[in-house]
Antibody
Framework: QLQLQESGPGLVKPSETLSLTCTVS??????????WGWIRQPPGKGLEWIGS???????YYSPSLQSRLTILVDTSKSQFSLTLSSVSAADTAVYYC?????????????????WGQGTLVTVSS | DIQMTQSPSSVSASVGDRVIITCRAS??????LAWYQQRPGQAPNLLIS???RLQSGVPSRFSGSGSGTGFTLTITSLQPEDFAAYYC?????????FGQGTRVEMK
């Protein structure tokens, strides 16, 4: 069973940079079959798409976060990462990483099929 | 971005009830739709992809239907473990936007 694990600081000061890493339990980060995504959920609220990355380094960012966001992949470590700059209290959320399947097929069978457990990041001084 | 709208935002139901959740897309997304269940304190869990394809291990009381702009998730004979939040998500184009969620609560 594939496992994903988020790691990073649980507390970040306003105006500073939030950095998280997702470690994948096998080497599928190196496969062209999958993209890898970040999703967040503010306390008591719904899910928000952040962005995604392919093994080649190709990325897609949510337009609302694009100016502050960087997502990278490190296939040698089976990891991908997120950095979000100039954070504010509005960035306080549980951050999830997930595997995105179906991006290389012609069928509509796309979904985030494996998720990490999530990590709470609080932005506060 | 494609906007996804779910209704209702919450529903009160009893064990054994049938629950129907609807999801509407702001434009035609064919069958590029997934449904997730999220229990409190847990990550979302994929239930259905391609609008109607039940994932392995998901009970058959869950079903999905629809295409284009209108979709439904049906839970027949609600079980205690089904009290949770449910989200639809379009997967046709990035960003893979979510509906705002539907909370299924105990009556």
């Amino acid at each position: 069973q594939l496992q994903l694990q988020e790691s990073g600081p649980g507390l970040v000061k306003p105006s500073e940079t939030l950095s998280l890493t997702c470690t994948v339990s096998d080497d599928s980060v190196s496969s062209s079959d999958y993209w890898w995504g970040w999703i967040r959920q503010p306390p008591g609220k719904g899910l928000e798409w952040i962005g995604s990355v392919w093994y080649s380094g190709k990325t897609y960012y949510s337009p609302s976060l694009q100016s502050r966001l960087t997502i990278l992949v490190d296939t040698s470590k089976s990891q991908f990462s997120l950095t979000l700059s100039s954070v504010s209290a509005a960035d306080t959320a549980v951050y999830y990483c997930a595997r995105l399947r179906g991006m290389t097929t012609a069928t509509p069978d796309r979904a985030a099929d494996f998720w990490g457990q999530g990590t709470l990041v609080t932005v506060s001084s | 971005d494609i906007q996804m709208t779910q209704s209702p935002s919450s529903v009160s139901a009893s064990v054994g009830d049938r629950v129907i959740i609807t999801c509407r897309a702001s434009r035609d997304i064919s069958s590029w739709l997934a449904w997730y269940q999220q229990r409190p304190g847990q990550a979302p869990n994929l239930l259905i992809s391609a609008a109607s394809r039940l994932q392995s291990g998901v009970p058959s009381r869950f079903s999905g239907s629809g295409s284009g702009t209108g979709f439904t998730l049906t839970i027949t004979s609600l079980q205690p473990e089904d009290f949770a939040a449910y989200y639809c998500q379009q997967t046709m184009t990035f960003p893979w936007t979510f509906g705002q969620g539907t909370r299924v609560e105990m009556k």
